[in-house]
């Protein structure tokens, strides 16, 4: 069961973000990565029950893992010779992380996507918390910024390049 998960990350080199719901900040980056983040399945979208959702995180839990460290190993900020050569570990920049269910959007089909593909919030949110706490410990947790999961943000940044990845991660690795 859900061997299909997939965890999607657009990673964007920021000189500065900020998130708002209903007009209120929910704080404010400067010179780091913006990260949506999108939970959903590969081909076919599967029902997952209640009880079995904090195994799945706990199968998952690697995958999550090396979609992490690849993004904050990530060499895509300029060094003193202008080369992409440093990570968000060496600068020592934050990490903005948004939820974002529409990464999985299907607009094959007809002018309204399809999100048959987006993981339910019942196994997206935890998959979402653990990125977020893993990502707390991995780098200062005052580094470490937030949308909130389900909420219509507003997210506003500056893309620094501009430099705009797509990063996925599976059971079987990164993709």
């Given at each position: 069961?859900?061997?299909?998960?997939?965890?999607?990350?657009?990673?964007?080199?920021?000189?500065?973000?900020?998130?708002?719901?209903?007009?209120k900040?929910q704080?404010?980056?400067e010179?780091?990565l913006?990260?949506?983040?999108?939970?959903?399945?590969?081909?076919t979208?599967?029902?997952?029950?209640?009880?079995?959702?904090?195994?799945?995180?706990?199968?998952?839990?690697?995958?999550?893992?090396?979609?992490?460290?690849?993004?904050?190993?990530?060499?895509?900020?300029?060094d003193?010779?202008?080369?992409?050569?440093?990570?968000?570990?060496?600068?020592?920049?934050s990490?903005?992380?948004v939820?974002?269910?529409?990464?999985f959007?299907d607009?094959?089909k007809?002018n309204?996507?399809?999100?048959?593909?987006?993981?339910?919030?019942?196994?997206?949110?935890?998959?979402?918390?653990?990125?977020?706490?893993?990502?707390?410990?991995?780098?200062e947790?005052?580094?470490?910024?937030?949308?909130?999961?389900?909420a219509?943000m507003?997210?506003?940044?500056?893309n620094?390049?501009?430099?705009?990845?797509?990063?996925?991660?599976?059971?079987?690795?990164?993709?």
């Amino acid at each position: 069961m859900s061997e299909n998960l997939i965890l999607r990350a657009i990673v964007q080199r920021a000189k500065n973000a900020e998130v708002t719901i209903e007009k209120k900040s929910q704080g404010f980056m400067e010179n780091g990565l913006l990260v949506l983040l999108g939970i959903g399945f590969k081909e076919t979208a599967e029902t997952i029950p209640e009880e079995a959702v904090i195994s799945i995180v706990e199968k998952y839990y690697p995958a999550i893992e090396k979609l992490l460290d690849k993004i904050i190993n990530l060499r895509i900020f300029e060094d003193e010779h202008g080369k992409m050569n440093l990570s968000i570990l060496d600068t020592k920049g934050s990490l903005y992380i948004v939820s974002q269910f529409t990464l999985f959007g299907d607009c094959r089909k007809g002018n309204r996507p399809s999100f048959t593909l987006s993981a339910k919030p019942s196994i997206a949110e935890p998959m979402y918390q653990k990125f977020v706490d893993l990502a707390k410990k991995k780098l200062e947790a005052k580094k470490v910024l937030t949308g909130v999961f389900a909420a219509n943000m507003q997210v506003s940044f500056c893309n620094d390049g501009p430099v705009t990845l797509i990063i996925e991660s599976t059971l079987k690795g990164i993709m």
